[in-house]
């Protein structure tokens, strides 16, 4: 597994595919461990390097991870497959915003896909959270441009730092939600829901 994982982070490297820092998955698996965590939804897989490891933390966690690129979707499925976790980890190749829950709700929710969709994400995944579960969200420094807009000069990256910015806004004056930011590899944050005991 160790070798798959380095094979994982090499491939990403080489491709372009942006993986989750190590700091923060470390970060997150305690969290499952602490907090008795079985089923996950994960939106955004890319090559399901996070999903393993939130798979591997503890026993019995089950992680549903969805998925709209089709090569590393494919991907995903080889990895999770060659690490034996295909029963722990089902992948779903959709939009998120298209996919159809029904039925089921999640300790763990992990949004870690498109920057610019975090709200539309947690809006609509919020509604899937159990009781006295969590929203977590990476990426919320953005390689260190948050909070440092007018320094950047592409427009591209100025509007995907200006819609963190924004969620971040949303998330600190959600009236439902209580937000701990922790200051871990790209920061993360966790939203639980407020007045709510687990
Ligand atoms: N969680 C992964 C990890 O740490 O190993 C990394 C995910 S990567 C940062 C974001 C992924 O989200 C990309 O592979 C991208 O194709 C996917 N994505 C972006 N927007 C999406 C959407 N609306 N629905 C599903 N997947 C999406």
Do not use: W
Not at 68 to 79: H, P, Q, V
Not at 176 to 181: H, W
């Amino acid at each position: 597994m160790k070798e798959l994982l380095l094979e994982m982070e090499q491939y990403a490297k080489e491709k372009n595919v942006p993986i989750i820092e190590k700091e923060s998955i470390a970060y997150i698996m305690k969290y499952i461990k602490a907090n008795n965590v079985k089923n996950i939804l994960e939106i955004g897989s890319a090559i399901g390097y996070s999903a393993i490891l939130m798979a591997s933390a503890s026993r019995d966690v089950k992680v549903t991870t969805i998925e709209r690129d089709e090569i590393r979707y494919m991907e995903a499925l080889k990895n999770i497959k060659r690490c034996g976790l295909d029963k722990e980890i089902n992948v779903v190749f959709q939009d998120a915003l298209d996919v159809n829950l029904t039925g089921v709700s999640y300790d763990l929710i992990f949004i870690d896909a498109a920057k610019g969709q975090y709200k539309k994400f947690f809006e609509k995944f919020q509604y899937f959270l159990a009781p006295g579960g969590v929203i977590v969200t990476d990426n919320l420094k953005f390689h260190g441009y948050v909070g440092k807009k007018e320094k950047i000069e592409s427009k591209n990256l100025r509007g995907i730092v200006e819609k963190i910015e924004m969620y971040i806004d949303f998330l600190k004056e959600n009236e439902e939600f209580d937000t701990e930011f922790i200051d871990v590899g790209d920061g993360i944050s966790f939203s639980k829901r407020k007045n709510e005991n687990k």
